[in-house]
């Protein structure tokens, strides 16, 4: 049954195309058709027509399907140029950043009279115990405990621990840290202790002393570890508490803490702590 639907199918084809050649072969000539050739018309242009648009429409899908995978892989490649694009973006603009906290870094390097050490931050302190940092630089580049450590903005901390590729700073908003400070504009001298994690506290100023809201202080050189001179913060409170012999002073500090990249080590040495 098959095979015979097979030849039926195949007769027809032959047939088909013979009655196409029938009428091809006589494009050429000057004369009507006859009634057997405007029967086969009748009967083939029919299928000819669906042939045709069978064929348009194939065209147009394979068309389509090749088009649309075309512009699929040009939209993969415009989103990873893109991408590529706003990486490089984003690292221009951190390099940017950089070089314009470098030039400040480098500019208050230059009111310092001891010779500094550019250094890089590069995690906190682990155990928690301590509001402190590390660094990227030790005692093979010359940092000893208790040497002083500086950003652009002002006093960072101290020298507190050193291996020989890596140091530890103890900030000034740590509660185990004292800076000998002044208050710049009436020379009131103190210390400055750590409080919170952004107020430090200002510590043995009498009631008497004249210091007031928005007064700069700074280092007094008078420790043996910051020099003379630099920016420490700026007074944010004054108080005092019946019976206490000390003002109750708070001041916010130059530096930023949430912010330590690039900082500078200033490298004069504690001669206490220096081994004879």
Same mark, same amino acid.
């Given at each position: 049954?098959?095979?015979?639907?097979?030849?039926?199918?195949?007769?027809?084809?032959?047939?088909?195309? *013979?009655? !196409?050649?029938?009428?091809?072969?006589?494009?050429?000539?000057k004369?009507?058709?006859?009634?057997?050739?405007?029967?086969?018309?009748?009967?083939?242009?029919?299928l000819?027509?669906?042939?045709?648009?069978?064929?348009?429409?194939?065209?147009?899908?394979w068309?389509?399907?090749?088009?649309l995978?075309?512009?699929?892989?040009?939209?993969?490649?415009?989103?990873?140029?893109?991408?590529?694009?706003?990486?490089?973006?984003?690292?221009?603009?951190?390099?940017?950043?950089?070089?314009?906290?470098?030039?400040?870094?480098?500019?208050?390097?230059?009111?310092?009279?001891? $010779?500094? !050490?550019?250094?890089?931050?590069?995690?906190?302190?682990?155990?928690?115990? *301590? #509001?402190?940092?590390?660094?990227?630089?030790?005692?093979?580049s010359?940092?000893?405990?208790?040497?002083?450590?500086?950003?652009?903005?002002?006093?960072?901390?101290?020298?507190?621990?050193?291996?020989?590729?890596?140091?530890?700073?103890?900030?000034?908003i740590?509660?185990?840290?004292?800076?000998?400070?002044?208050?710049?504009?009436?020379?009131?001298?103190?210390?400055?202790?750590? *409080?919170?994690?952004?107020?430090?506290?200002?510590?043995?100023?009498?009631?008497?002393?004249?210091?007031?809201?928005?007064?700069?202080?700074?280092?007094?050189?008078?420790?043996?570890? *910051?020099?003379?001179?630099?920016?420490?913060?700026?007074?944010?409170?004054v108080?005092?508490? $019946?019976?206490? !012999?000390?003002?109750d002073?708070?001041?916010?500090?130059?530096?930023?803490?949430? #912010?330590?990249?690039?900082?500078?080590?200033?490298?004069?040495?504690? $001669?206490?702590?220096t081994?004879?």
């Amino acid at each position: 049954m098959n095979i015979k639907r097979i030849k039926t199918v195949w007769i027809g084809v032959i047939l088909f195309f *013979f009655a !196409l050649f029938l009428l091809s072969s006589n494009l050429g000539k000057k004369r009507s058709w006859n009634p057997a050739e405007q029967i086969i018309v009748e009967i083939v242009a029919p299928l000819q027509k669906i042939i045709q648009q069978t064929i348009h429409i194939t065209e147009g899908v394979w068309l389509k399907y090749f088009g649309l995978i075309n512009v699929r892989d040009e939209n993969r490649q415009l989103n990873e140029d893109i991408d590529a694009l706003r990486m490089e973006n984003n690292q221009y603009r951190e390099l940017i950043t950089t070089n314009r906290r470098l030039q400040k870094l480098f500019q208050f390097q230059e009111t310092i009279d001891y $010779p500094v !050490l550019a250094v890089q931050v590069i995690g906190r302190d682990p155990t928690g115990w *301590f #509001k402190s940092v590390i660094i990227d630089k030790g005692a093979k580049s010359g940092l000893k405990i208790n040497m002083a450590v500086v950003n652009a903005s002002g006093v960072v901390g101290r020298l507190v621990s050193v291996s020989p590729n890596y140091a530890k700073v103890l900030l000034i908003i740590d509660q185990n840290s004292a800076v000998d400070c002044i208050i710049q504009r009436s020379r009131e001298k103190s210390i400055v202790k750590g *409080f919170t994690s952004k107020i430090c506290k200002l510590d043995y100023v009498v009631k008497t002393s004249d210091v007031v809201v928005g007064d700069k202080v700074i280092t007094s050189g008078m420790g043996r570890v *910051f020099p003379k001179g630099l920016p420490v913060g700026e007074v944010i409170s004054v108080g005092s508490r $019946p019976g206490e !012999l000390f003002k109750d002073i708070k001041i916010r500090p130059m530096v930023d803490f949430s #912010k330590l990249e690039e900082l500078l080590v200033i490298l004069k040495e504690d $001669p206490l702590s220096t081994p004879r």
